[in-house]
Structures are given as C-alpha cells and as structure tokens.
C-alpha cells in the first residue's frame, strides 16, 4: 500500500506540473485500490478483535499460554483494557457485589453438578465457608456457578452421568 501510494504521489504531483492527463486513469486506479485494501484490511481487524473479546468470555480473564502467544502487544494491551472495563460494568451492577455476566452462559439444568478435576490447583473455596481440595482425578458435587469458571479454564471437567 506505501509503494502505491508512493507511485500515486509522484503521478500526481507530475500531472500537476507538467500537465499529463494521461496518468489520471492510472492515478484513479491506484486510489481505488488503496481504498480497496483499506476496507480489506479494516474488515481483518475488526474480525480480530471481535476474536480477541470472544475469547475473554470463552475463557475467562486469564488467557491459556497458547492463546497469548498468537496475539501481539496491541491485541493483549486492548484485551486487558476490555477485561477491565467489562470487570467495572460487572461491579456496576446487582448492588454491593455486583453481578457475574460471565457465568451460566447457558441456562443451568440444575444448580448442582459433579466436576472431576485436571489437574492441581489447591483449595477452593465455596459460599458456606466449605474449603475443598482440588487434587488430579478427585471428583466433587459442587455449585455450578463457582466452577463454570475452572472448567472454562480446563482445572475442571463436568461429570455428566
């Protein structure tokens, strides 16, 4: 695009001054061309971006390794902006608390579900003052809202009987 543009520039200006017509259609074609990639590349970051928040909500406010290594500064820069202001939105809502709008992407069949876990992750808390032990291969009846989150991250797997 620099290169085109570079070329339209000099047409230009030598259009200008020597009066050249002849290079108007060339010079036209290149500007509808710059356009063009414009739109192409414009369209390719949208998506990007729509990409980059979907993933906030399919995993959560912590990226797995894989995934950040594919994006660049600006895309984790924008990710953590938007992971911010989605977070203040949360807190805005459902008074003291706020509201998690993350969870329960579907509507639950029941409150309950049995989880196993992936791998070690240490203690859990749940709303009793329950502390469970998340250990590999150990499997618990837990609330469903306070695991959605570990199974998005791949600590936890839903048990379906």
């Given at each position: 695009m620099?290169?085109?543009?570079?070329?339209?520039?000099?047409?230009?200006?030598?259009?200008?001054?020597?009066?050249?017509?002849?290079l108007i259609?060339?010079?036209?074609?290149?500007?509808?061309?710059?356009?063009?990639?414009?739109?192409?590349?414009?369209?390719?970051?949208?998506?990007?971006?729509?990409?980059?928040?979907?993933?906030?909500?399919?995993?959560?406010?912590?990226?797995?390794?894989?995934?950040?290594?594919?994006?660049?500064a600006?895309?984790?820069?924008?990710?953590?902006?938007?992971?911010?202001?989605?977070?203040?939105?949360?807190?805005?809502?459902?008074?003291?608390?706020?509201?998690?709008?993350?969870?329960?992407?579907k509507?639950?069949?029941?409150?309950?579900?049995?989880?196993?876990?992936?791998?070690?992750?240490?203690?859990?808390?749940?709303?009793?003052?329950?502390?469970?032990?998340?250990?590999?291969n150990?499997?618990?009846?837990?609330?469903?809202?306070?695991?959605?989150?570990?199974?998005?991250?791949?600590?936890?797997?839903?048990?379906?009987?």
């Open positions: 620099e290169a085109l543009y570079e070329q339209n520039q000099s047409d230009v200006n030598e259009a200008k001054s020597e009066g050249r017509a002849e259609p060339s010079i036209k074609l290149r500007h509808c061309c710059l356009l063009r990639n414009q739109r192409c590349v414009t369209a390719y970051l949208y998506d990007r971006l729509l990409r980059i928040r979907a993933l906030r909500w399919e995993y959560g406010s912590v990226l797995p390794a894989n995934v950040r290594f594919h994006m660049c600006e895309e984790l820069q924008w990710f953590s902006q938007y992971k911010k202001s989605l977070a203040s939105f949360m807190r805005s809502l459902g008074g003291d608390e706020g509201l998690d709008i993350t969870q329960d992407m509507p639950p069949k029941s409150l309950y579900i049995e989880v196993r876990c992936l791998k070690d992750h240490g203690e859990f808390e749940i709303d009793d003052g329950t502390v469970i032990l998340l250990k590999k150990s499997q618990h009846f837990l609330p469903r809202w306070k695991c959605e989150q570990l199974i998005r991250q791949g600590v936890l797997e839903h048990v379906v009987s």
